[in-house]
């Protein structure tokens, strides 16, 4: 069953403003991680938040968790056309032997 | 390093017929994962292998089987296809339980008919 689920569905910003994407998920987690994925291609691992850690920052990736909530929150400013991709949340489940449960993904597009 | 890659890209079975995707990874990774991803559904768990002679069910493991006689290599196979099982199939790789970014494979889509 999945664990973590996106907002919104869908998104489409243009170029040079900021995409903010949401995930919510239900049990205990050692950690939560964002991927994208291009069209056709596979998973891209974009970053990792711990379950003590509150917020993190990449490039111009920001992710923001909050357990007290189960919810995180992935901030991608500055956007480019090349970040239109798929993005998902998952969460690294406390006792799942690290296995991932995945979200169902966000689809972003960037217009130039 | 060619990271994890995976054969064949692209297959098209007739319901009944069986195959084997093989997923390779060329990073000594301990873990490696197979998946299915299809439309709205985001990626669901089929088998996964915590090191070599070892294997373990997923979310979605009937219809499936797997092997992994040797580190590099990940098998998933389907003895007797089915519609249900048209997909896109991802095999991705883990260093250590202690290391938490999964490696992805390009992937393999799978029809049948």
């Known amino acids: 069953s999945q664990q973590g689920e996106e907002d919104p569905q869908a998104l489409s910003i243009q170029e040079g403003e900021n995409a903010t994407m949401n995930c919510s998920y239900k049990?205990?987690?050692?950690?939560l991680q964002w991927y994208r994925q291009n069209s056709g291609r596979g998973l891209v691992h974009l970053i990792l938040?711990?379950?003590?850690?509150r917020e993190k920052h990449s490039g111009r990736l920001r992710v923001t968790l909050d357990t007290s909530k189960k919810s995180s929150s992935l901030l991608i400013t500055a956007s480019r056309a090349a970040d239109t991709a798929s993005y998902f949340c998952?969460?690294?489940?406390?006792?799942?032997?690290?296995?991932?449960?995945f979200g169902k993904g966000i689809t972003l597009s960037v217009r130039p | 390093n060619a990271g994890v890659t995976q054969t064949p890209k692209f297959r098209v079975l007739k319901t009944g017929q069986s195959m084997t995707l093989l997923c390779a990874q060329d990073?000594?990774?301990?873990?490696m994962y197979w998946y299915r991803q299809d439309p709205g559904m985001g990626l669901r768990l089929i088998h996964y292998?915590?090191?070599?002679?070892?294997?373990a069910k997923g979310e979605v493991p009937d219809g499936y089987n797997v092997s992994r006689l040797k580190k590099q290599n990940f098998l998933l196979g389907l003895e007797s296809a089915a519609p249900s099982q048209t997909s896109v199939y991802f095999c991705?790789?883990?260093?250590?339980?202690?290391?938490?970014?999964?490696?992805f494979g390009p992937g393999t889509r799978l029809t049948v008919l």
């Open positions: 990073m000594n990774h301990e873990y």
């Open positions: 292998s915590v090191g070599e002679g070892t294997t």
């Open positions: 049990t205990s987690i050692n950690n």
């Open positions: 998952a969460t690294d489940d406390t006792g799942a032997n690290s296995k991932l449960t």
């Open positions: 991705a790789s883990l260093p250590a339980v202690t290391y938490n970014e999964q490696f």
């Open positions: 938040i711990r379950s003590n850690e």
